[in-house]
C-alpha cells in the first residue's frame, strides 16, 4: 500500500487539529480492519493516517448509574462489548449483534464507532444501536453535533460526516422497564457471515406483560442503510403481542423493506426471512422480559 | 515515514524502526524473517495470521507494525520452551492429528492459545467460537477440537 | 497376510505426522517462505474480459518503471509451450482471450510493489466479443464459437458407451426413474496459495520450487519448456516445499510455473510467482461442474436393470483435466452397485467461463450425487426400503462389472451396516428430522490412467539402525511419510522414529506418476515396502551365515535380527550392519524397487480394470430442516470406509474428516458465483467453505478387509471421504420434508423454494 505518516493524538482536539492541517490528505482511523482492507486495494491512499486509539475518551464503556444512561466510547472495541457482563445481561441486542461479527480476531480490534462510519449495508453493529434509540455524538472543526444513529446512514459507505468530523461515542438513553431485545442475521454458514438479512427487534410491554408500549424493528440489507420499519412498529404499539401479530408485523415488514437479488442472495428469500425472524426475535424478547420480571 | 518503536515479541525486548504503512505481518515475516506466521488472504477472513498481541488474538496482516509501540506479542516461534520442549498445545495438536498440511497451524494454535489463557475450562461452543475465524481446510476441525480439547483438560497451560 | 492386528508394531499404529512438530513451531518452509538471493517477484496481469480480442499491448511504460526489470506478453511465449493435454493453452495468451483467467502479460520487479505497480502500468486494448456462458446453449449448431479455429464447441472425447442393452432392459423394468441434476464450480481453498519459485544455473539447468504433487511428469513438462525455449538437453530439477495443501489443484503444470520459468531465464535471476487470495480463486482450477441426465431402473424384486446417463460439461476456455473427469466418473457410473446394462455419453463443451481440473474424487461426487439421489428416488417408487434395495443391488467380492472392473475386497455390505447401526432409517424421526444414506467406489489400488502407474522407492541403511527411503510419492499433509515410515519399520522390525522420508526432489528421489488417485498409500507403501523386503532378504542372508540358520528363520523385530526361540542367536541390528560392510568383502544394504501396480489401462470400450482393488464405504447424515427458513443442520454424520488396513487410524481419520467437511461444503453451501464469466465471490467471506462453527459431529467407523494387494492389506483414503456426501445429505433432507433438491450446493434458498412449491401444490389439491 501507499506510504503514510501515522499520527497518533491523544485528544480529540488533537486529532481534529492535524485533521486541519492536512484535511483530504489525511485519514481518521479506529481499530484498522475496515481502513486497512482499503488502504490495501487502493480504494483510499492517505499522506496521513490519524488513529483514534489513543484518546482515552473514546475509549469508555461506562453505565451511569444515576441517569441509566449508556455511553459507548466509539473506540470500543467489539470483544470488549462481547465481553461485559453489563452488555450481555442489559443489552442482548448489543450483545447479539457485536459476538457474531467477522471473527474474534476482527472483534478484538474492530471498533464500534468504525463500523458505523463504514456505513456497510450489512450494518451489524449499526441495528442494536438504532434499535435502542442511540445518538452520536460528534465532534468537528465546527463544534459539536449529535444525531440520531438512525439519521447518521446517507447511502453504503457514506454517512452525515462531515470532513474532519469525529464521532465520539454513542450513548444510549433509559431502557424502560420490561423491554427486551434480540438481533440474528440470516446466512448460509455460522461464522465469518456477512448477512444475507439483519434483524433487531426491541419491545416494551406494559406491566400487563402483555401489551406492546413501544416496539423498534429494525433490518440490515433490507435497504441501501440500516432501516427501521416504521409501519411494522405502528402496528405492534397498543397490541397484545403474540405470535400472530408477530407474523403480522413480519409481513408489514417485508413489505416496507427494499431487499434487492444480490450475489449472497434473492429478494424474495430476504422478505421470508424478514417474516420468520421478526416473529423470532420478537418471541425471545417477550422471554427476556419475562424472565427478568 | 519511519518510527522508532519497542516492543516485547516472546519475551525479548525489541527496538526496531518500522515504516507507518508495514503491517504487523509484513514486520514479522518481511523485515524479521520470523516465517512462522503466515499469509492466507490479506483480508482478515481466515486467520493463518493470527499472532497474540497484550493477550489477544488478531489478524496481523490487519495490524498496524507501528501500533505493537509498547505492547507485549507472542508468535508461534515464542511458544516452544527455552529448552525446545514444546508448548502443551504444540504437543496436542501434534498428538491428536490437529495437523495436516500444517498452514493453518500456527494461526490456529495461537487463537487456541489466546483462548485458554483467558479461559481454561472453555467448553466446546467456547472453543468453536473462538477458532470461528481460523480456516483449516484439510482436517475438517475435529482433530484441532480434540488437539483443544486435550490440553483443557490437562487443566489450563500457564506452568 | 496377518490378520490379528495386535502382530504389528508400526502399522495399525496412531503415530503422529512426522512433520507435525516442523509445523506446530512455524518451522516448515512452505513455497511462501522461500527466500533466494538476487530473487525477484513475478506477477500476472489477466484478462479484462471473458471473449475478447487483444488488438494492441504496451508495456514500455512498465518496462520504464524502475526496479522491472522484465515485462512479458504472449509475443514472448515460445509457440510450442502449450499446456494441457491437447495443448491448447499457451501460458501468455496471443491475440484472443477465451476467459477471464486467461494470463496475457507478466513481470518480474525487485519488489512485491513494484512488480504489483507495473502491472498496473500495461496498456492492452481489446476489442470485447459477446461470451457463451451456457454450455448445454452452446452445443447448439448455430452457436458462435469460442475458438473459431475449430469447427465446433464441442470436443471430440470417447466418452460414449454401452455396455449391454439399455433399450431392451428399460422396457423390461417394472419401475423406472429419470430426473435432472446439476453441480457447479467449487474450488479447491488450499490454505498456502499456489507458487513457484524458478532459476536458471549458468549452464542453463532449471531448478524450479514448486509446490506440485507430479513432481516425475513436471519434470518431463518442463522439460519440453525448456526445449520449446531452444534449451535442449538441459537437467530440470523440481523441488517440492512444504505443501500447504493439494486435494487435485497441484496435478498440473500451471502457467504461474511456465511463466516463473520464462520470465527467470529472461532475468537469469530466481523468479518468485505466488498468489495472493484473490487470485488462487480466480486463475486456479474449480471442480468439473456438471449437467446429468439419469434414468435407472429396476425389476420388481428391486434389482437393477440398467443406468442411462447423459452429461454436459462445460469445458471453460480452454481445455484440461476437467475433460477427463468421465473416465472415472464411469468407474461409479457402471460399478457403483451391480448393474448389467450401462450407457454413459458426456460431451465436453467449450464456453468462456473458466476451466476446471482435478479436484478431491475427480468426477465421482459428481456423479455419486446423481446416482445415489436417483436410487433413492427408485427405491421410492419400487416401494423398497432405501437400505434394503441397496443391499439387493451391493457389490460382492468376486465381481467384475461391466466395465471390466475386477472387485477383489468388498466391505460395501458391512459399510452399509455400520451407518445403519448409529442412524435409524425406519421413518420414525421427529417432524423436520430425516436420515439419508449413500455408498461409493473409489479406486483403492492405484488407477491406470496414464501409461505408467508406477512409483519408485530407494531404501538406504547406515550403520545405526536407520533408514532413509527415497521415494517418488508426494506429501502435501495427508501423511504419506508416515504410511510409508511405518511400513518400512514394520518389515524391517524397526521405530518409526528411525525411518527418514524423503520425497522432496526430483535429483534425488525416484519416479512416480503422481498423488492421485488415493494411490500414495497403495502404489508408493508397496514400492517403498518392496525396497524395504529386499533389504531384509540382505540382512537375512548375513545373518544366516552369522548365526548359521537357515536365512528364513531369521527375524526382524524390536530393532533385533535373532531367530526365535533361540536366545544365544540375537544381536542389535545397528551391529549386525557394521559387521556387514566393516569388513573384507563387506556389502552395503540399499535396495531398490519400482513397483507398478497390475491394473489395465482402459482400453476398447473405456473397459479396463484401472485399479487393483477398489475402496468402498458407505455414509450416513441426520439432518434437521428448518421449515421456515429452509436451513439445514447437520446432527449426526457417519462416513464408513472399508480401507483393506487402516496403516495409521490417526491420519485416516483425519482424512476421513477432512474428506467428509470439503464434502459437505460441497453440499450445502460451497459455490463460485460467476456472472458472465466471472468470479464474484473471490474472497473468503464470499465463497462458503465451512468454519469451525459449522463443523459437524463425525463418526468415521472403518472397515478392514485386508486387500492381498496392498502394502499389509491396505487400499486408497484420500478422496472416498468427499465422495458421497451431498446424496447422503440429499436424501436425508428427503426423508426430512420430503422435498428433493436436484441442483448443487443445497442452499436455504433451493430448500425454502421447494417447500413452498409442495405447500402450494398439496393446498391445490
Known amino acids: 500500500m501507499k506510504q503514510f505518516k501515522y499520527l497518533s493524538p491523544t485528544t480529540v482536539e488533537e486529532a481534529i487539529s492535524y485533521y486541519g492541517q492536512h484535511s483530504e490528505t489525511a485519514k481518521f482511523v479506529a481499530g484498522g480492519t475496515d481502513v486497512i482492507v482499503k488502504l490495501k486495494e487502493g480504494w483510499m491512499e492517505p499522506d496521513y493516517l490519524i488513529s483514534l486509539k489513543k484518546i482515552e475518551e473514546m475509549g469508555e464503556l461506562h453505565k451511569n448509574d444515576a441517569t441509566k444512561e449508556l455511553s459507548i466510547g466509539a473506540t470500543v472495541t467489539h470483544a470488549t462489548l462481547e465481553k461485559s457482563l453489563m452488555i450481555q445481561n442489559e443489552y442482548p441486542i448489543i450483545y447479539d449483534a457485536v459476538s457474531n461479527i467477522g471473527s474474534l480476531q476482527v472483534r478484538n480490534v474492530g471498533t464500534i464507532g468504525g463500523n458505523l462510519i463504514n456505513a456497510v449495508p450489512s450494518a451489524d453493529g449499526a441495528i442494536p444501536l438504532i434499535a435502542l434509540d442511540g445518538v452520536a455524538l460528534l465532534q468537528g472543526p465546527d463544534g459539536e453535533r449529535s444525531a440520531d444513529v438512525k439519521n447518521l446512514f446517507i447511502e453504503p459507505y457514506k454517512t452525515i460526516l462531515k470532513p474532519g468530523e469525529i464521532l465520539k461515542k454513542i450513548t444510549i438513553p433509559p431502557q424502560a422497564p420490561h423491554t427486551g431485545s434480540a438481533y440474528t442475521k440470516f446466512g448460509r454458514r455460522a461464522a465469518m457471515e456477512l448477512p444475507l438479512i439483519g434483524i433487531g427487534v426491541l419491545l416494551t410491554l406494559a406491566d400487563d406483560l402483555e401489551t406492546c408500549t413501544k416496539a423498534r424493528i429494525c433490518l440490515g440489507v433490507a435497504a441501501p442503510t440500516p432501516m427501521r420499519a416504521f409501519d411494522s412498529e405502528k402496528f405492534l404499539v397498543g397490541k397484545k403481542i403474540t405470535e400472530e401479530t408477530l407474523i403480522e408485523a413480519g409481513n408489514i415488514a417485508a413489505d416496507e423493506s427494499q431487499v434487492r437479488d444480490s450475489i449472497r442472495g434473492k429478494a424474495w428469500h430476504r422478505k421470508e426471512m424478514i417474516r420468520v425472524y421478526i416473529k423470532r426475535m420478537g418471541l425471545k424478547c417477550i422471554s427476556i422480559i419475562k424472565h427478568n420480571s | 515515514m519511519t518510527t522508532n518503536i519497542s516492543f516485547s515479541l516472546n519475551g525479548d525486548e525489541i527496538s526496531y524502526e518500522v515504516k507507518d504503512h508495514w503491517t504487523l505481518l509484513h514486520l514479522l515475516r518481511e523485515e524479521m524473517g520470523m516465517i512462522g506466521t503466515k499469509e492466507g488472504c490479506g483480508n482478515g477472513e481466515c486467520g493463518a495470521c493470527t499472532v497474540i498481541v497484550d493477550k489477544l488474538a488478531i489478524n496481523s496482516c490487519l495490524y498496524l507494525a507501528i501500533e505493537v509501540d509498547g505492547k507485549t506479542i507472542e508468535t508461534i516461534e515464542g511458544l516452544a520452551s527455552t529448552d525446545g520442549i514444546l508448548h502443551p498445545l504444540q504437543k496436542s495438536f501434534v498428538e491428536n492429528g490437529g495437523i495436516q498440511c500444517g498452514f493453518c497451524s500456527p494461526g490456529m494454535i495461537m487463537s487456541s492459545k489466546a483462548l485458554l489463557d483467558e479461559n481454561p475450562s472453555a467448553n466446546h461452543e467456547e472453543i468453536k467460537h473462538a477458532l470461528a475465524g481460523n480456516i483449516c481446510r484439510c482436517t475438517g476441525y475435529v482433530q484441532i477440537f480434540e488437539s483443544v480439547e486435550a490440553v483443557k483438560n490437562m487443566g489450563g497451560q500457564n506452568e | ?765
Open chain 3, 1 to 765: 497376510m496377518s490378520n490379528n492386528k495386535s502382530q504389528f508394531s508400526a502399522v495399525g499404529k496412531r503415530i503422529p505426522k512426522l512433520d507435525a512438530a516442523q509445523k506446530a513451531m512455524g518451522r516448515a518452509e512452505y513455497i511462501q517462505d522461500i527466500k533466494l538471493p538476487e530473487m525477484l517477484y513475478g506477477r500476472i496481469l489477466y484478462s479484462k474480459f471473458a471473449n475478447a480480442n487483444i488488438v494492441k499491448i504496451d508495456t514500455s511504460k512498465a518496462i520504464a518503471l524502475p526496479g522491472v526489470h522484465a515485462v512479458l506478453t504472449g509475443e514472448d511465449v515460445p509457440e510450442k509451450m502449450k499446456m494441457g493435454f491437447i495443448k491448447d493453452n499457451p501460458p501468455l495468451k496471443k491475440g484472443r482471450v477465451s476467459c477471464f483467467r486467461d494470463e496475457v502479460a507478466a513481470v518480474a520487479a525487485i519488489s512485491p510493489e513494484i512488480a504489483k505497480k507495473a502491472l498496473d502500468l500495461i496498456e492492452i486494448e481489446y476489442e470485447e466479443l459477446e461470451g457463451i456462458f451456457d454450455p448445454e446453449k452452446a452445443m447448439e449448431k448455430d452457436s458462435p464459437l469460442v475458438h473459431e479455429h475449430l469447427k465446433s464447441n464441442v470436443l471430440k472425447m470417447p466418452w460414449n458407451i454401452h455396455y449391454g442393452d439399455v433399450e431392451k432392459a428399460e422396457k423390461e423394468s417394472a419401475f423406472v426413474v429419470e430426473d435432472r441434476f446439476t453441480t457447479t464450480w467449487v474450488t479447491h481453498c488450499c490454505l498456502g496459495t499456489s507458487g513457484a519459485v524458478a532459476l536458471f544455473d549458468a549452464s542453463e539447468n532449471l531448478t524450479i520450487y514448486t509446490n506440485t504433487q507430479i513432481p516425475s511428469l513436471a519434470q518431463k513438462d518442463f522439460l519440453e519448456a525448456l526445449k520449446s525455449m531452444g534449451l535442449e538437453n538441459k537437467r530440470v530439477r523440481v523441488i517440492k516445499p512444504i505443501i500447504g495443501g493439494g486435494f487435485g489443484s497441484k496435478l498440473d503444470t500451471y502457467a504461474y510455473e511456465h511463466i516463473a520459468i520464462l520470465l527467470a531465464h529472461k532475468c537469469r535471476k530466481p523468479v518468485k510467482i505466488v498468489f495472493d487470495r484473490a487470485e488462487e480463486f480466480k486463475a486456479t482450477s474449480t471442480r468439473q461442474p456438471t449437467v446429468i441426465y439419469i434414468k435407472q431402473g429396476c425389476d420388481k424384486t428391486g434389482k437393477l436393470t440398467f443406468r442411462d446417463m447423459r452429461m454436459v460439461l462445460d469445458n471453460g476456455g480452454h481445455t484440461s483435466w476437467g475433460a477427463t473427469t468421465p473416465s472415472v466418473m464411469l468407474m461409479p457410473i457402471s460399478s457403483l452397485y451391480t448393474v448389467e446394462n450401462v450407457k454413459y455419453n458426456a460431451k465436453c463443451v467449450y464456453t468462456n467461463n473458466t476451466y476446471s481440473q482435478a479436484m478431491r474424487g475427480y468426477g465421482n461426487p459428481q456423479a455419486t450425487f446423481a446416482i445415489e439421489s436417483s436410487m433413492d428416488i427408485l427405491a421410492e417408487k419400487a416401494g423398497i426400503n432405501r437400505i434394503e434395495f441397496r443391499k439387493i443391488n451391493k457389490n460382492h467380492s468376486g465381481d467384475e462389472t461391466p466395465q471390466g472392473l475386477k472387485i477383489t475386497t468388498c466391505g460395501l455390505a458391512e459399510c452399509i451396516e455400520a451407518v445403519e447401526k448409529e442412524l435409524k432409517f425406519d421413518g420414525k424421526n421427529e417432524k423436520g428430522i430425516g436420515t439419508g444414506i449413500a455408498s461409493l467406489i473409489h479406486v483403492g489400488g492405484g488407477a491406470r490412467i496414464y501409461g505408467s502407474d508406477g512409483c519408485g522407492a530407494m531404501l538406504k541403511m547406515d550403520d545405526y539402525g536407520k533408514v532413509d527411503i527415497f521415494t517418488g510419492g508426494t506429501d502435501m499433509g495427508q501423511g504419506l511419510d508416515n504410511i510409508t515410515a511405518q511400513i518400512v519399520a514394520e518389515e524391517l522390525g524397526l521405530l518409526v522414529e528411525d525411518i527418514n522420508v524423503v520425497h522432496s526432489d526430483t535429483d534425488i528421489c525416484p519416479w512416480d506418476v503422481g498423488a492421485h488417485a488415493s494411490r500414495s498409500t497403495f502404489v508408493a507403501g508397496n514400492a517403498a515396502l518392496g525396497a524395504a523386503k529386499k533389504v531384509k532378504k540382505k540382512i537375512q542372508a548375513f545373518a544366516s551365515k552369522l548365526f548359521d540358520v537357515p536365512a528364513d528363520q531369521v527375524e526382524l523385530k524390536g530393532k533385533l535380527v535373532l531367530v526365535p526361540g533361540d536366545p544365544e542367536k540375537s544381536m542389535a541390528i545397528g551391529k549386525l550392519l557394521r559387521k556387514a560392510h566393516f569388513s573384507a568383502g563387506g556389502t552395503m544394504l540399499m535396495a531398490e524397487h519400482f513397483y507398478d501396480p497390475d491394473n489395465q489401462n482402459m482400453g476398447k470400450e473405456l473397459k479396463g480394470n484401472m485399479s487393483m482393488t477398489y475402496s468402498f464405504g458407505a455414509h450416513g447424515a441426520k439432518v434437521k430442516v428448518d421449515e421456515e427458513t429452509g436451513k439445514i443442520e447437520v446432527l449426526e454424520y457417519v462416513a464408513a470406509h472399508d480401507v483393506g488396513r487402516a496403516i495409521n487410524p490417526l491420519l485416516l481419520e483425519g482424512q476421513v474428516y477432512g474428506g467428509v467437511v470439503m464434502g459437505l461444503g460441497y453440499a450445502l453451501s460451497e459455490e463460485v458465483v460467476h456472472k458472465n464469466g466471472e468470479n464474484m465471490n473471490a474472497n473468503f467471506r464470499d465463497y462458503k467453505l465451512f468454519t469451525a462453527k459449522d463443523a459437524v459431529k463425525i463418526k468415521a467407523p472403518i472397515i478392514e478387509t485386508d486387500d492381498k494387494d496392498g502394502p499389509f492389506g491396505a487400499k486408497g483414503i484420500g478422496e472416498p471421504g468427499c465422495v458421497p456426501t451431498a446424496p447422503a445429505i440429499a436424501n436425508a433432507i428427503y426423508d426430512a420434508v420430503g422435498v428433493r433438491i436436484f441442483d448443487l450446493p443445497i442452499t436455504p434458498e433451493k430448500v425454502l423454494a421447494a417447500l413452498k412449491e409442495k405447500k402450494s401444490a398439496t393446498t391445490k389439491i
